[in-house]
């Protein structure tokens, strides 16, 4: 978990001068940040790395159809596009990331379960997820695409990556069928929610504000990064 938080809030909120730093934003790891902090209205990040209404959100497609409402991933004979549908119905309500590496024809390269915000593959695995057609992995918060994500399907050259909620499906693939390098994405994505903060700040509902605001930052700098980004309801 992570939050984006100034200097200067951080110091205000636990009695300090906040004049005394200025001008730098951070990702802070949400479970060593003061309580006085954590209650600020953007303290807290959310897990893995919205839940709204479906229609008039930017980046998104119609609903999915692949996989005809099975929930079975690894029953024989699914295509890559069914298996990843199964894969995605039967992630909703989970606790924990599970992730999922695929090839062209659907086959099953890799397979790894971790915990409620991250999921990894063993080296064994690592190496036969590189190049993969597919990387599809849940995010229990329902929030869209961290950094990492994206760095890590550039880095292993998958041909797509996609985090799944249980209202929403997030996907990615590079514009031009071959990642760029991705080494200042979590530069770009930083600087663009510090903008977008403010228009989440006041909410109430702070999971679903921040999931908004991950999908909202990609919306808008994934073109830039030669990413092609769409969000679309299960």
Partial sequence: QAGIITREEARQAIGRDPA??????????FSIMPEEVKQLPHGKGGEGSGNFGHEGRPGEVGGSGEGSGETDYHKEGQSKGERAGSFARAQRGAKVETALVLDEDGTILAEAKGEKDWVMLSPADVEKARGASLFVHNHPSGASFSPDDLS????????????????FEYIATPTSGKWRDLSTIKNAYMTEAVKLRPKYADRTDKGQAFAELGHEVWTNIAAKKGISYTRRPL
Wanted: net charge negative; proline share 4%; glycine share 12%.
């Fill in 20 to 29: 005394a730093e200025k001008g730098e934003t951070y990702f802070i790891p």
């Fill in 152 to 167: 890590y399907a550039s880095k292993n050259k998958m041909g797509e990556i996609r985090a799944v909620g249980d209202d």
